[in-house]
């Protein structure tokens, strides 16, 4: 056998990485185990943020549920500073459905009311010496928390009230706090006001004429630390008149008259003062208010109901003040609610809002959104707007009303009460209208 035959076979001899290919290995299990734990690391905020959209989804459903089913405006808050979410329900003050639970009217309920008995009221406008004693709240009830801040509040009454006559009137329904509208803190009355009618031919419209006295005015008012705030169903109208009316003459829509049964309410928020007609927004005021009761005591006063006197609002009956009035119809489901301050739910831990914002949901639904006049309460003009986005975000990592990716969550809510997120940081959550 030849030699080299006979020669064992050359072992290979194993090659190692580079350093170059060891540094890019490292680099990518570097790379890979960076993002492994940024996913991590963020998962909690991401949880934060989607129970917080969560949070806020079922808030918006529940005021809707309980705006609807009580026929009463719901208002939400949310303070920045307190990092809670406030107002999904109503606090009811005080409410009388003159039935047969309310002793002290028996012998008043005379009339039918709109969904019981109904309080009968004395039609000689004498101020009946025999008539109940007002209802006193007590400091429990107040309608302030604290002397210094005038809550939020909706104060609501049925009434059916009598004929317009042609005369001058003013028919009280409630004051709280005082029978002066001068002196208490809210109330609501009626008053007739000579008003343009438009006379219309089955072709165009005819000339406007103007009828005295013609229709019922509704009238709610406040009295704060900055005066005398009024708002009337006629003079601050939002309700567009009727296409075919001539643009240069206003005409009332829906005129109120008498022997037909409604309810009508006032809605404080601190920030703007509606009044609603069976549940829907008919007048506004956009104020500005100081929010300070003018007199304290007011908020835990008695509740002067279907009779008062009158200082401020307008029409001289031959005195001044005018002398006690009383209502010459029927007055039924007094209710005067707390709006905005209960049930405090408190943000997951580090989330916060990026401003103070404040909700009114309506009794038809619709969600308003009123954070320009938080933020500039001295231009009112955009106050009250459909819908509304609401910014949440983790504190100490977003500047005020920055977006950055998964460090803020921004909600949009849109006046039917379908809310949806704006964020990477969940998907979107649409609980839809309440049923």
Request: negative net charge; hydrophobic residues 40%; proline residues 8%.
């Amino acid at each position: 056998m030849p030699r080299a035959a006979r020669l064992p076979a050359r072992r290979a001899v194993p090659q190692g990485f580079t350093l170059l290919e060891l540094l890019v290995v490292i680099g990518i299990i570097m790379l890979f185990l960076g993002l492994t734990i940024g996913a991590v690391m963020r998962t909690p905020t991401v949880n934060k943020l989607i129970a917080t959209e969560q949070m806020m989804a079922d808030v918006v459903r529940q005021a809707r549920h309980t705006a609807r089913s009580t026929g009463s405006p719901v208002e939400i808050t949310i303070s920045k500073a307190n990092r809670v979410i406030m107002g999904v329900s109503q606090i009811p003050v005080w409410n009388a459905t003159f039935d047969d639970g309310d002793a002290q009217y028996t012998s008043y309920l005379t009339n039918l009311g709109q969904t019981g008995s109904g309080l009968w009221c004395p039609p000689d406008g004498s101020g009946n010496p025999t008539y109940p004693a007002p209802v006193v709240l007590t400091p429990a009830q107040s309608l302030a928390r604290n002397p210094n801040v005038l809550d939020g509040f909706y104060l609501a009454a049925a009434v059916n009230p009598p004929d317009v006559n042609g005369a001058q009137d003013i028919e009280p329904l409630v004051q709280i706090g005082n029978e002066d509208d001068s002196k208490c803190c809210c109330g609501l009355a009626l008053w007739n006001e000579a008003t343009t009618i438009q006379q219309v031919s089955q072709l165009t419209a005819g000339t406007p004429i103007t009828a005295a006295y013609s229709s019922w005015d509704v009238v709610g008012w406040i009295n704060d630390a900055s005066g005398y705030h009024r708002v009337c169903s006629i003079e601050d109208s939002i309700v567009t008149p009727a296409t075919y009316l001539p643009s240069s003459a206003m005409d009332v829509a829906g005129p109120i008259v008498g022997n037909r049964w409604e309810e009508f309410g006032l809605l404080y928020d601190g920030h703007v003062l509606e009044l609603y007609r069976n549940g829907r927004v008919i007048a506004r005021n956009n104020g500005p208010f100081s929010g300070v009761p003018a007199i304290a005591a007011a908020c835990n006063g008695p509740i002067s109901i279907a009779e008062g006197t009158f200082s401020s609002l307008p029409g001289n009956f031959g005195a001044s003040p005018v002398p006690k009035r009383t209502l010459q119809g029927t007055l039924d489901n007094l209710r005067l609610l707390r709006l905005g301050t209960d049930r405090a739910a408190s943000l997951p831990s580090g989330v916060t809002a990026d401003n103070d914002y404040q909700l009114t949901v309506r009794p038809d639904g619709i969600v308003e959104n009123n954070l320009s006049a938080l933020s500039n309460p001295s231009n009112p003009t955009s106050q009250h707007t459909l819908g509304a986005t609401v910014t949440f975000q983790i504190m100490g990592e977003v500047s005020a009303g920055a977006v950055s990716g998964l460090d803020t969550a921004v909600i949009s809510i849109s006046s039917d009460g379908s809310v949806s997120s704006l964020t990477n940081a969940s998907t979107v959550t649409t609980p839809g209208p309440a049923p």
